[in-house]
């Protein structure tokens, strides 16, 4: 399958997006002037130094987003074994964890910043770690968006017809279409049936012609955590940014209450995220992906049948796979 690429690397992503900003602002020239700024204490220059570094490390990500797209290649084979397809690059379940862990450490600080709970670290240790967690999610952003929008991987971003295919595939997880749910419950028919019908009537059902990625990815997850983490970065930018420049405080205490009411919003998606793979049995093969990047060749053909068939079609294009290796033509799903 090809991938649209930019002209060298989109102009080398408009020039490392103008050297961020020119380098912001040649980090901002030295302390803010915000009246009301801390006292020049080891927080503030920990602050500063987090301010001053953030255009390198932006720089940084999408320096590696365009190395990886330059060492791609649209005949890549995606196989990875016997009876294995790679479902994810290396790489983007090392920036996955490393995002992960950012949030992590950022929500856990965070908690004991806001004395959701107590604090058992020193207040300096706890908004450096804070910091850090934040550096890594801005290095994972800034390199997932990079090589997605040059490179051409646009697999994740969602089409307004998968809304109804993403709610059926919610509802599927009751067990009602004829496939184990949640827990690998599956109700009777006496029960799941007028259930069943009673959803299709609003032209909400299980979907049947999956790709690589579940309407649920790509619907829900997906762009919910763009914009959580989005909100993250731009609240904690003007946060952190008023420490190089003049940022008026009103500004600033709006981005703190972004900020803060945010993260309760990413620990409550974090735990609808983690539900779907770890409830419902028939999608553990996803969650052993985000660590092994694979999944086995007889899993998509049962529940990903429009990416087997993407497979199957790439056999014949580039002879990529091995016939011994299984894949064989799908017919396309017909219509009921």
Known sequence: M?????????????????????????????PGQTPGALPQDALFRASLLLAQALPFIIALGIFAGLYRVRRESARDSAMAGENAVRRHGRADVGLHWLNAAGILIGLGTAAMLLRWVNRVLDTQLLYVLHYVGAALIVYALSNFMTHALVGGHMGLWPKLREIPEALGELVSYLGIFH?????????PRSIGLPIARLFVTFGIRKPKDVGKYLATEKVLS????AILVGLIFISGLVKTLRYAWPIP???VGTATWVHDLTAIAVLIWLVAHIAPTTLVPRNWPLLKSMFTTRVSLDYVKA?????????????????SFRPAQGLESVSQPTSD
């Open 2 to 30: 090809t991938r649209r690429k930019g002209p060298a690397g989109a102009s080398l992503f408009l020039a490392t997006l103008l050297w961020v900003i020119l380098a912001g602002s040649a980090a901002a020239q030295g």
């Open 249 to 251: 405080t009103t500004l």
């Open 303 to 319: 529940h990903h049948p429009a990416w087997y068939r993407q497979l199957a079609s790439d056999e014949q294009t580039t002879r």
């Open 179 to 187: 496939e184990p749910g949640v827990f690998g419950i599956r109700l």
């Open 222 to 225: 997906f762009p919910i955590w």
